[in-house]
């Protein structure tokens, strides 16, 4: 027989349970505490044997159907299995319907599962699915140990408290994950050494993180921190800029991200105790139209103290390096480095660029023995000693240069290896000092000893050779006036009375030569140029050369004479030199002539012969100290030393000169000014 319940009248009582309800489960934080009390407190109002609330596990949820081996599904009672719940209840279920039994004895929807109902004792249930209308995921299940008609609002209670308990669970669970996740984000602050904050725009307090009160100075944390408190707390140099950034983002919504200093709570503000921070922070806005901004921060000071360090010494090493490039490009001596393995420049200063005679684009990457193939026979086995760790000092090296074709040049060389930060050597270093004017000065010296010498005794010779010429000169005399004398002796006498006058001219010349004028002297053109034709009349003649003299000029100009024999005897000489063995013609031509650029007066004295010319090599040289086509009979000195004293006279030694077959020759021009 069918019991009949207590009828529940009017939602007036269903209202009443479900405020007890609520009021009993409204403190707890527990999901299983809140669907057991519902269970115990359902269970009690309907008088029923048993009330259960039971959730479907994840694997349950995404399985098709229940199998026997999920025996954890618990209801409608704990002996009944799924399988033997029927098969129309688990439909009805699926289909989000509650499942109603009235009289398990006589219901032939689970005519199969009878005997599993006997002996779970149950013979009334009411089965309730939750959520509705989506996927089964949990279901309350209330049953009577006797047969029981349900009345509809005992089964409209059923289903609201299943509804209760699903809604309950869900949000304890969000609020669960949300603390779980809160939980981590903290701990993941803590890692990172962040703090954070979050404030509601307009509130008076903002809630901050113990983290962030530490990074402020603050041992314990403030609940009553503010935007005031914050801004106290900023260094004043930065203060402005950081409340332009803060109002500019909440103008546009944007988000906040700066680097700051501060000074923390409780330490005197100087720059020693000034602390860095780092800030980030977003907007964001609620359904209620409430604005908050939630953002992190972290102390910086370590790594600016560092990225200061760092600067400091990228600065010092900046100095440090500018101060050696400096050196290097300024150093008196040649600098090149070299790669370890083919020798290729890698840098060269200055002076070793003036060196070589070549920018510097176009001696980086070659390699050495390209640049000094005279030299690299000697060179390669010096370095390759040095690349495999040896360091060379002092080495003398003399050859050409590639690029300076019939230079004879003399270096002092040291080597050293270059290290890397592993020790092993990635390049040779060189120090280079050109001795080649050092050495031509050694020749010059030895030179101009030999002609000191040579002058000297010159000059003893002309003091010892006037005294027996002025005797012999005057035995002559007595025996051309000798009665009865031989006319062909007569005429022996005249012509040796000749050579004697030309031998007491050639060493009265040579005593001028070695005279030193105190003072300038008035003279002309045929006065500086006859004693210095005389000297070299006899190579004139031997070298079958032909003499011409075209004087048109008889003013005279102010000048050391002597200085200006040096230069003509050195003009005419090396004119005489240049058409050694093939003859020729010397043209020597004084002018009256105007300094175009200066607009002076003065006289110009040319001096032409139809030699071989000179090179382009030899032009660009000429007048360089040391340099010389004459090999060993050359000092190097001569036209450097005119084109010296010419300058100290105000004037001007020009040249002009053709190698062209057929149209060879060079040209003196020598400019006087009137008055030096």
């Given amino acids: ?190 890692a990172a050494n962040f703090g954070y904050y979050a404030y509601e725009l307009g509130a008076p307090h903002i809630k901050i993180s113990h983290r962030f009160a530490r990074i402020f100075g603050y041992e314990q944390t403030p609940e009553d921190w503010t935007f005031d408190r914050w801004v106290e707390h900023l260094h004043p140099e930065d203060r402005d800029g950081i409340l332009d950034v803060v109002q500019t983002s909440e103008l546009h919504n944007s988000s906040i991200e700066y680097e700051s200093r501060i000074f923390p709570a409780g330490v005197e503000r100087t720059e020693g105790n000034v602390r860095w921070v780092w800030l980030r922070a977003r907007y964001s806005h609620r359904e209620s139209g409430r604005r908050y901004r939630f953002g992190v921060i972290a102390d910086i000071t370590e790594r600016k103290q560092a990225e200061a360090a760092l600067e400091a010494s990228r600065r010092e090493a900046y100095r440090q390096w500018t101060e050696l490039e400096a050196i290097y490009q300024t150093a008196p001596i040649g600098l090149s480095l070299y790669s370890a393995d083919e020798f290729r420049y890698l840098r060269v200063n200055d002076v070793q660029m003036g060196v070589i005679g070549l920018p510097q684009d176009q001696i980086i990457g070659r390699p050495f023995r390209e640049i000094a193939p005279d030299l690299w026979p000697a060179c390669e086995p010096i370095m390759r000693r040095v690349a495999a760790g040896e360091t060379i000092r002092n080495v003398m090296l003399e050859g050409e240069l590639s690029t300076r074709p019939g230079q004879h040049r003399y270096w002092t060389v040291s080597y050293m290896p270059v290290r890397g930060e592993d020790g092993t050597i990635r390049a040779v270093g060189a120090v280079i000092m050109e001795t080649t004017a050092q050495k031509r000065a050694e020749q010059a010296l030895i030179q101009s000893e030999k002609l000191a010498a040579v002058g000297r005794l010159a000059s003893s010779i002309s003091h010892e050779i006037n005294n027996p010429l002025e005797a012999i000169t005057n035995l002559l005399y007595l025996a051309q006036h000798t009665e009865g004398l031989p006319q062909e002796a007569a005429d022996a006498l005249i012509l040796a009375e000749k050579e004697l006058m030309r031998v007491s001219q050639i060493a009265s010349q040579t005593l001028r030569f070695h005279r030193q004028a105190t003072k300038p002297t008035w003279v002309t053109a045929v006065d500086l140029l006859k004693p210095v034709v005389a000297l070299y009349q006899g190579r004139l003649t031997n070298s079958n050369l032909r003499l011409v003299e075209e004087h048109q000029s008889a003013e005279p100009v102010q000048c050391f004479e002597n200085d200006i024999r040096q230069v003509l005897n050195n003009l005419i000489g090396n004119a005489i030199d240049a058409m050694k063995n093939v003859g020729g013609r010397v043209l020597i031509r004084s002018r009256e002539a105007t300094d175009w650029k200066t607009g002076r007066r003065g006289l110009r004295i040319t001096v032409a012969d139809s030699g071989s010319g000179m090179s382009e090599t030899t032009r660009r040289s000429i007048f360089t100290a040391f340099y010389t086509t004459k090999e060993i009979n050359g000092t190097g000195l001569g036209l450097w030393i005119s084109f010296g004293i010419v300058g100290k006279h105000e004037g001007v030694l020009r040249f002009y000169s053709s190698d062209r077959p057929g149209h060879s020759g060079t040209v003196f021009s020598l400019f006087l000014p009137r008055y030096g």
């Fill in 1 to 190: 027989m069918t019991q009949q319940a207590p009828s529940i009248p009017t939602p007036h009582r269903r209202a009443r349970f479900l405020d007890r309800l609520d009021a009993a489960v409204a403190s707890l934080t527990d999901a299983g505490e809140v669907t057991r009390i519902a269970c115990d407190l359902l269970r009690d109002d309907l008088r029923a044997s048993r009330c259960i609330y039971a959730e479907l596990s994840q694997r349950e949820h995404e399985s098709s159907s229940f199998g026997e081996e999920q025996e954890h599904f618990t209801f409608p009672a704990p002996a009944i299995r799924p399988r033997e719940f029927s098969d129309a209840a688990m439909i009805s279920l699926r289909a989000g319907l509650t499942f109603v039994i009235e009289n398990t004895e006589t219901d032939p929807r689970i005519a199969a599962s009878r005997e599993s109902y006997r002996q779970a004792d149950v013979q009334a249930l009411v089965c309730v699915p939750v959520p509705k209308n989506q996927p089964l995921a949990a279901a309350l299940a209330v049953h009577s140990q006797q047969a029981r008609h349900w009345t509809p609002q005992e089964i409209d209670l059923i289903e609201q408290v299943a509804v209760r308990c699903w809604e309950s669970t869900v949000h304890l669970a969000t609020l669960q994950e949300l603390r779980e996740s809160e939980e981590n984000l903290r701990l993941a602050m803590e």
